[in-house]
């Protein structure tokens, strides 16, 4: 007998929440930029999808900023901050090694160097459907209403490439 919920998280993990083809990037990470809503200039330590398209961390000072695509420019200079590449691309399919009862594949949402180590946002939490009303939600619209997230920000050990 097939387990339909385990099919279903399965599916729900497998399908990026941004459709079929990835959007492109405003700025490369580590690329220096400048943030037009404060009038200064950094550099992306991070991009994460998020309900309105590529959220970008900034590097600013000693500020983060976190930034939407249309609030910075890019200079297409990239800053030498760390010697070490991401593992892992945005988009690509990883298994996650501490997925409990649920599916290990998972998709990679988000990338950001932290303290010199690159992390990975994955969907950690499975899938939840809420009755309000007539309509149904899940958390990926929850996020949208300042609920709470299920993406979780994991370590190069944390995940395995899948092999194709």
């Known amino acids: 007998m097939i387990n339909l919920v385990q099919t279903l998280e399965s ?9 079929k083809e990835i959007p492109p990037l405003e ?3 580590l690329e220096e930029v400048y943030v037009t809503t404060t009038k200064s200039f950094g550099y992306c330590c991070g ?7 590529w959220s970008y961390e900034i590097v600013s000072g000693n500020d983060n900023l976190t930034v ?5 420019i890019g200079t297409r200079n990239l800053q030498l901050v760390t010697k070490e590449k991401p593992v892992f691309e945005l988009g690509e399919l990883v298994e996650f090694r501490f997925h409990g009862d649920g599916p290990p594949a998972r998709i990679v949402q988000g990338i950001q160097l932290i303290c010199d180590s690159w992390f990975y946002c994955i969907e950690w939490m499975s899938p939840g459907i809420s009755e309000n009303g007539d309509e ?3 958390f990926r619209d929850a996020i949208a209403l300042g609920g709470t997230s299920p993406i979780a920000r994991v370590t190069d050990y944390d995940l395995e490439r899948v092999r194709l």
């Open 47 to 53: 991009v994460e999808w998020s309900a309105k398209g």
């Open 136 to 138: 149904l939600f899940t």
């Open 68 to 72: 939407l695509g249309r609030e910075i």
């Open 27 to 29: 700025v490369s990470l």
């Open 11 to 19: 599916c729900w993990y497998l399908s990026p929440p941004w459709g």
